[in-house]
């Protein structure tokens, strides 16, 4: 693969991958002796989400030297601008994978990602604003931009910075606020987004999925945040219906939009699990990991057998 061509989109699997290790790590009690994390299942994702991260940090420095208007156009066009959220959140998301065995190096990459997180959202609101970024060209993606601090508190916990976690939550929670009408605007007034772009659309579940789990992570009174997850699993089903010809649609590192929402369902699932306490909800839990673990390793296998073929 030409590396002047690599999309930034790639990093959602970092995200995708990180994301399922951290889900099975949290549903390791619900499961003993099923899901044995850590050492068994959910570390070695854990580890390969990192190697990922690792890869693709050297392969997007090498098109950096090689193509910056590759990479100013990443930066700029509103298509692309959303995905390249995922390199930072991705960052935060392996940083808590990593805590538990190196952890002042783990705080320094969730400060990273973090802070390149917050400075990707101002230079979003700045293009927003300045009127860069017509509503026909939003897509599922821009969640991960401007709703991607809902993923940093998991990290933050891990490395000791719940209160910075606390800064970054909140001013993402907000912008879910926005974006998330706009979305449903731009799916109702605006032409279908193309095949290409449409497993973005996944990515709604996140707001719900992670609103909930860490909102109550931060205020635990606040339980009617659990609607939340209700309206999650809803719009689970409605998007799997959406989604029910994805096969048809074209192979490209986009398809990773369909991994970590799907992780974020199983770690919001496995949090209401552990709050209620039921058969019901361990199979809600269990069903809900049990997909994300599917789909993460169909979209690797395809990637792999993309990558090898140079059709990437």
């Not at 990180?18 to 390791?28: F, K, Q, T």
């Not at 927003?128 to 933050?156: E, Q, S, T």
Request: charged share 10%; net charge positive.
């Amino acid at each position: 693969m030409n590396l002047k061509e690599l999309p930034v989109g790639a990093y959602g699997a970092v995200m995708g991958i990180a994301g399922l290790g951290l889900a099975m790590r949290a549903a390791a009690p619900l499961f003993p002796g099923v899901v044995q994390a850590p050492a068994y299942v959910s570390e070695p994702i854990v580890l390969l989400g990192a190697l990922a991260l690792a890869v693709l940090l050297v392969c997007y420095a090498i098109k950096l030297a090689k193509s910056p208007k590759g990479v100013k156009e990443d930066f700029t066009n509103p298509v692309t601008l959303g995905f390249c959220a995922a390199m930072p959140v991705g960052m935060t998301l392996v940083a808590g994978g990593l805590a538990p065995y190196f952890v002042s190096f783990s705080r320094i990459l969730w400060w990273i990602g973090c802070l390149g997180l917050a400075s990707l959202q101002a230079w979003a609101v700045w293009r927003w604003l300045d009127g860069k970024v017509p509503l026909d060209k939003l897509n599922g993606g821009w969640l991960i931009l401007v709703v991607g601090g809902i993923v940093v508190p998991g990290g933050g916990f891990a490395v000791g910075e719940a209160e910075a976690a606390r800064f970054f939550f909140g001013a993402s929670a907000c912008g879910a606020l926005v974006l998330v009408p706009l979305l449903l605007a731009r799916a109702a007034l605006v032409a279908p987004l193309p095949e290409a772009l449409r497993p973005t659309w996944v990515i709604l579940l996140v707001p719900p999925s992670l609103i909930y789990a860490h909102g109550l992570a931060f205020f635990p009174q606040a339980v009617f945040l659990e609607g939340l997850f209700f309206g999650a699993l809803v719009l689970a089903a409605g998007l799997a219906a959406y989604a029910r010809r994805f096969w048809r649609w074209p192979f490209s590192p986009v398809w990773w939009a369909f991994t970590f929402p799907l992780d974020a369902l199983a770690y919001a699932a496995t949090r209401y699990a552990h709050e209620h306490p039921s058969a019901l909800w361990r199979t809600v839990a269990a069903a809900t990991l049990a997909a994300a673990t599917a789909v993460v390793a169909l979209v690797l296998a395809r990637s792999f057998a993309y990558l090898f073929s140079k059709r990437l």
